[in-house]
């Protein structure tokens, strides 16, 4: 089998720059090992406009948002099938000086938000919050889903384990098993960077911070789901009374096994912004735990290119917790470099 790209790993990296590809007319496989403990299959997919302490945009937000709406909105046309949801994010604040934080803030944030003067529920809401209109939510599952219908339709996913071992240069082209290309692209989040699952591979030079995260899955009776709500944690409707919580961060460990502390964590800190538990204003059942890690590289942007010993070998990853606002432009300028249409952005660029 030839191809012009053999790209590995099939998270929200691997499926948006196959879509480029293929829309530039190149031709590609996508190999996963479908495992279950991607971070992309485990995400909550949030797009969240202001983030953080700071309450401030994402890194090129202005730009990229449009970019990742008009992509996930092409793609569910094409499908016929509903995976990208627009939702308001409230943010309710934490303390008075957050509170004041916010009022001192720049245009720049404004134009994000506004701040709401009540809200209806169980929440602690004694020093007010803020309302996000352009937030929204990507469904992973039913995105991957659909990224790999449109594969398997083209002939152009595998279900494999990889291994780089198993891959041969010769003549200038990339060779695995049956496959001849051009050029592989490593799209492999956390697990293809060094330390995780003890991989040792072509970029375990990468220095990273990847962080464990643990999400609830959780019913709860009577809370508006019509938006989302964060303040310490978050917590993100699912209909019929489900919904996501999360999340922690985990510097230590590397792994995809949830853990009785970190549903702790995640349940304290939602106590502490609002009402829950059965002798409380709403009851709250916790239904499923998962963990995932986060892919997470040098102030956490995404990083593309290719090996500096091997130019055979590219390199897609780093999205971190803001992979579904930043993956479809980044996919997009990265195919374009492949298919030399631009010149690689420097600040894409792999660390030197």
Excluded at 8 to 34: F, H, K, N, P
Excluded at 259 to 265: F, H, I, L, Q, W
Excluded at 304 to 314: A, R
Aim: aromatic letters at 10%.
């Amino acid at each position: 089998m030839k191809v012009d790209y053999l790209i590995i790993g099939q998270g929200l990296a691997g499926s948006t720059l196959a879509i480029e590809l293929l829309r530039r007319g190149r031709s590609v496989l996508v190999v996963d090992r479908q495992d279950g403990t991607g971070s992309t299959r485990i995400a909550a997919g949030l797009i969240t406009p202001l983030t953080g302490r700071g309450m401030n945009p994402a890194w090129r937000q202005q730009y990229y948002l449009p970019k990742a709406v008009a992509f996930y909105h092409g793609l569910e046309k094409e499908s016929g099938r509903k995976f990208y949801h627009h939702m308001p994010v409230v943010r309710v604040f934490a303390s008075e000086k957050e509170r004041e934080k916010w009022r001192g803030k720049t245009d720049e944030q404004h134009q994000w938000a506004h701040e709401l003067d009540e809200l209806d529920g169980p929440f602690q809401y004694q020093y007010g919050g803020i309302e996000m209109p352009d937030g929204a939510w990507l469904d992973t599952l039913a995105f991957l889903h659909v990224v790999q219908d449109k594969l398997m339709d083209t002939g152009s996913w595998r279900e494999a384990a990889f291994a780089e071992e198993d891959v041969s240069f010769v003549d200038g082209q990339v060779e695995w098993q049956d496959v001849v290309a051009d050029k592989i692209i490593l799209c492999q989040g956390a697990y293809g960077l060094n330390g995780v699952d003890g991989y040792k591979g072509w970029f375990s030079y990468m220095h990273h911070r990847s962080a464990k995260g643990e999400i609830l899955n959780v019913w709860i009776d009577g809370l508006d789901d019509a938006r989302r709500y964060h303040c310490q944690g978050w917590l993100a409707p699912r209909g019929g009374g489900m919904w996501k919580a999360g999340s922690n961060y985990d510097w230590k460990h590397m792994d995809a096994i949830p853990t009785d502390a970190g549903k702790s964590d995640v349940l304290a800190k939602l106590n502490t912004w609002l009402e829950l538990g059965p002798d409380k204003d709403v009851p709250i059942e916790v239904i499923d735990h998962e963990a995932g890690i986060r892919p997470i590289i040098r102030n956490s942007r995404p990083v593309v290119g290719f090996h500096p010993e091997i130019p055979q070998v590219g390199f897609f990853n780093g999205l971190g917790s803001k992979g579904s606002l930043m993956a479809p432009a980044v996919a997009e300028h990265f195919a374009a470099y492949l298919c030399g249409e631009s010149e690689l952005d420097e600040e894409l660029g792999l660390p030197q």
